[in-house]
């Protein structure tokens, strides 16, 4: 049995990583240390499974963290997952009104907090492996502006991968992409910022857990709010909202559709399904032949209808650099 005939298993999992001691918030100055708490933090966690090899995904709840502490995380999670370093793949929400792990204020004792849940967090998801389907999605939203004069340059891009149950049908995750930094609030209060926002309407619009990747914001701003000073609670609202009506309107090709992620369900079965909220976006699966995610896309109208000449099955697997992989056949 070779690796792109293997089924898929996929498993999602958070934990809650907000300090509950003073600690130094990082991204603005603030006086003094904090321990009031606007909105929670969290480390989220997507597993892959696939030929006895397991790969991971990891949000967290954080302006960044050193490259040796990272590394160092990378370590303690690919240990409690049985696999490499190398395929496990960090990403800040890049939240600016989290804790400092470098600050002499409980800064070690917060890394400590942070990698010792996610360490359980990596265990409750290896419980949860189960076998999955996914959909891959475009499209697009304006929740960023460039804060540098004469530069209106800004990444527009929504990404959007759900997964879901193979077995059961039931959606495991909704993992999205986007570019804005995530510095609308300033005060001395810890908070996810608008993101941490977006994944609740999220969640309770597609009634499954949401998780955001940070692109590469570089000088995209939250559209609206002021470069230096920041802005409200009521523009963090504002901004969230935008983003999850955009979600919204992304159409997933069925999962069902490409029987590569497992073969217990029957064509007709695959066939009957339907994604998405019935928005006008067109969804793009991963293009010909074994290409990253990044990587060129062909369209596929709203709905999920296959264009002619469009890849009707493939199979999912991982790069020796962990990227995840679409094989069509």
């Known amino acids: 049995m070779t690796i792109q005939s293997l089924p898929c298993r996929a498993a999602f999992a958070q934990v809650d990583i907000t300090p509950d001691f003073p600690v130094d918030l990082i991204g603005y100055a603030r006086p003094g240390p904090v321990r ?23 949000t967290l709840d954080t302006l960044g963290f050193t490259t040796s502490l990272a590394q160092m995380m990378r370590q303690q999670v690919a240990s409690a997952l049985g696999t490499r370093p190398g395929h496990v793949m960090l990403c800040a929400t890049h939240t600016h009104s989290a804790p400092n792990p470098l600050s002499p204020i409980n800064g070690a004792r917060y890394w400590d907090l942070v990698t010792g849940r996610l360490r359980a967090c990596a265990h409750e998801a290896i ?10 999605a475009l499209g697009q939203t304006d929740i960023g502006e ?23 049908h039931a959606p495991i995750v909704l993992l999205l992409r986007t570019c804005a930094h995530a510095n609308v609030l300033t005060g001395p209060q810890i908070s996810s910022d608008y993101i941490g926002l977006a994944r609740e309407k ?19 701003k939250p559209v609206g709010v002021d470069t230096v000073h920041g802005g409200t609670l009521d523009d ?9 009506n955009a979600a919204t309107q992304l159409s997933f ?5 490409h029987r590569a992620y497992h073969d217990g369900i029957s064509p007709a079965a695959k066939r009957s399904r339907t994604f998405g909220a019935g928005g006008s976006v067109a969804c793009r699966p991963i293009g010909h032949g074994c290409r990253a995610m990044a990587g060129r896309v062909r369209p596929v109208a709203a709905g999920g209808n296959q264009k002619p000449g469009h890849p009707q099955s493939g199979a999912l ?8 992989l679409w094989h069509t056949r």
């Open 36 to 58: 009031a708490v606007l909105h929670p933090l969290f480390a989220q966690l997507i597993l892959w499974e696939r030929g006895g090899e397991r790969f991971c995904l990891i």
């Open 127 to 136: 419980a949860r492996l189960a076998p999955c389907l996914a959909g891959w």
């Open 146 to 168: 460039n804060r540098r004069p004469g530069c209106s340059v800004v990444d527009r891009r929504l990404g959007g991968l759900l997964l879901e149950n193979a077995q059961t």
């Open 202 to 220: 999220i969640a309770a619009s597609r009634k499954c857990p949401g998780m955001i990747l940070q692109g590469a914001s570089g000088n995209l």
């Open 236 to 244: 963090a609202m504002r901004i969230a909202e935008q983003f999850a």
């Open 253 to 257: 090709t069925p999962p069902s559709g």
């Open 317 to 324: 697997s991982f790069s020796q650099r962990g990227m995840l």
